[in-house]
């Protein structure tokens, strides 16, 4: 089998495409010509920022070695102002059923573009409803329980600190962000009343996801303010609070994927949120005939589609009592004991 990748650049409209057709892959039934071709549009950063869209596009992986699938994925240019116009390309190939836009930035535009095409279904990551309207019927919204992810982060920060000081790296500041801000504080401050948490945001707009040097900028100086963990929600720009937690010796907490390999020893956990798993789940219903549009799913902390990372790599920096502690926790908020608001969609 063949992956066609597609790398969208400045052309007609401000982009262009790859030219050339997948092969038709062969796949289980779900759809009418019982093929499946699912086309992905990445957000600022794109592909290799180790994290977000890197955790997207395994899902498309997985699902071509489950399926057979054949899929094409596209980078809007710059800050992204052309995603509306890579999704619409997208939709417009005839030889794709199934269109994917990863990231919140999306929502909007997603939800016009299925509108114009109810034949093709799609699936916004991150999705955010837009206040008083109703969703198309071929859309679906993936979310996770940041905040609550956030907090097991957050509690694993606050019973390591040395300094009893920590720091937040968002990248643009937004809703998602926000929250991914206020359950850490609020994990922290669980565990440890007073920890200072140190918050600081990148930018204001997606190209904030995009900017490793702000990130080593903003991380040094936490770090030179007696931050020892900072927690980075970053998407590529996190790469470099990766990089000053390297430089100066001391941890950072990443977010979407364990980025331990990145900088063996200076991460201390990753809150991950499993991207990929709900990628291949959604492909999965589309095959079985189950896909359910018009709504959104949250993928959570009681199955670990939300969770911390925990394992061989970084055992020995969090500790086995810390461990207990935060699965304990993570416990009692899957029971209710602990309140962690519920992401407004599952509201």
Same mark, same amino acid.
């Given at each position: 089998?063949?992956?066609?990748?597609?790398?969208?650049?400045?052309?007609?409209?401000?982009?262009?495409?790859?030219?050339?057709?997948?092969?038709?892959?062969?796949?289980?039934?779900?759809?009418?010509?019982?093929?499946?071709?699912?086309?992905?549009?990445?957000?600022?950063?794109?592909?290799?920022?180790?994290?977000?869209?890197?955790?997207?596009?395994?899902?498309?992986?997985?699902?071509?070695?489950?399926?057979?699938?054949?899929?094409?994925?596209?980078?809007?240019?710059?800050?992204?102002?052309?995603?509306?116009?890579?999704?619409?390309?997208?939709?417009?190939?005839?030889?794709?059923? @199934?269109?994917? $836009?990863?990231?919140?930035?999306?929502? &909007?535009? +997603?939800?016009?573009? =299925?509108? *114009?095409?109810?034949?093709?279904?799609?699936?916004?990551?991150?999705?955010?409803?837009?206040?008083?309207?109703?969703?198309?019927?071929?859309?679906?919204?993936?979310?996770?329980?940041?905040?609550?992810?956030?907090?097991?982060?957050?509690?694993?920060?606050?019973?390591?600190?040395?300094?009893?000081?920590?720091?937040?790296?968002?990248?643009?500041?937004?809703?998602?962000?926000?929250?991914?801000?206020?359950?850490?504080?609020?994990?922290?401050?669980?565990?440890?009343?007073?920890?200072?948490?140190?918050?600081?945001?990148?930018?204001?707009?997606?190209?904030?996801?995009?900017?490793?040097?702000?990130?080593?900028? @903003?991380?040094? $100086?936490?770090?030179?303010?007696?931050? &020892?963990? +900072?927690?980075?929600? =970053?998407? *590529?720009?996190?790469?470099?609070?990766?990089?000053?937690?390297?430089?100066?010796?001391?941890?950072?907490?990443?977010?979407?994927?364990?980025?331990?390999?990145?900088?063996?020893?200076?991460?201390?956990?990753?809150?991950?949120?499993?991207?990929?798993?709900?990628?291949?789940?959604?492909?999965?219903?589309?095959?079985?005939?189950?896909?359910?549009?018009?709504?959104?799913?949250?993928?959570?902390?009681?199955?670990?589609?939300?969770?911390?990372?925990?394992?061989?790599?970084?055992?020995?920096?969090?500790?086995?009592?810390?461990?207990?502690?935060?699965?304990?926790?993570?416990?009692?908020?899957?029971?209710?004991?602990?309140?962690?608001?519920?992401?407004?969609?599952?509201?």
């Amino acid at each position: 089998m063949k992956h066609f990748f597609c790398l969208f650049l400045v052309c007609t409209f401000m982009l262009g495409a790859c030219t050339g057709k997948p092969e038709a892959g062969k796949t289980t039934d779900g759809e009418e010509d019982g093929k499946l071709t699912v086309g992905m549009v990445f957000d600022v950063g794109g592909r290799g920022d180790r994290s977000f869209n890197d955790a997207a596009y395994h899902g498309l992986e997985l699902a071509g070695e489950k399926h057979g699938i054949e899929f094409i994925h596209a980078e809007p240019s710059g800050e992204g102002a052309d995603r509306e116009a890579a999704l619409r390309q997208m939709a417009a190939d005839p030889d794709v059923n @199934l269109v994917i $836009g990863v990231g919140l930035l999306f929502s &909007d535009d +997603i939800a016009s573009i =299925a509108e *114009a095409f109810p034949e093709k279904k799609f699936v916004c990551i991150d999705y955010i409803p837009k206040a008083g309207a109703k969703m198309p019927e071929n859309l679906s919204g993936i979310v996770f329980e940041e905040k609550k992810g956030s907090f097991l982060a957050g509690a694993v920060a606050g019973l390591s600190t040395k300094t009893n000081i920590v720091g937040f790296i968002g990248g643009m500041e937004s809703s998602i962000i926000r929250r991914f801000e206020s359950g850490f504080t609020e994990g922290v401050k669980y565990v440890n009343p007073d920890a200072v948490v140190i918050p600081a945001y990148i930018g204001m707009t997606g190209s904030a996801f995009a900017n490793p040097s702000k990130g080593r900028e @903003l991380a040094l $100086g936490q770090y030179a303010k007696g931050a &020892d963990i +900072i927690y980075q929600a =970053a998407g *590529a720009s996190g790469l470099g609070v990766i990089e000053a937690a390297r430089e100066t010796g001391k941890l950072v907490i990443c977010t979407d994927r364990d980025q331990e390999p990145d900088a063996p020893g200076f991460v201390l956990t990753s809150m991950v949120k499993a991207i990929d798993r709900a990628v291949l789940k959604t492909i999965d219903d589309v095959l079985e005939g189950t896909f359910k549009g018009g709504s959104v799913t949250v993928f959570g902390i009681g199955d670990r589609y939300t969770d911390y990372v925990y394992n061989d790599r970084n055992a020995k920096l969090i500790g086995a009592a810390v461990h207990d502690r935060v699965e304990d926790i993570r416990k009692k908020i899957i029971s209710g004991e602990i309140a962690v608001q519920v992401h407004a969609a599952a509201q």
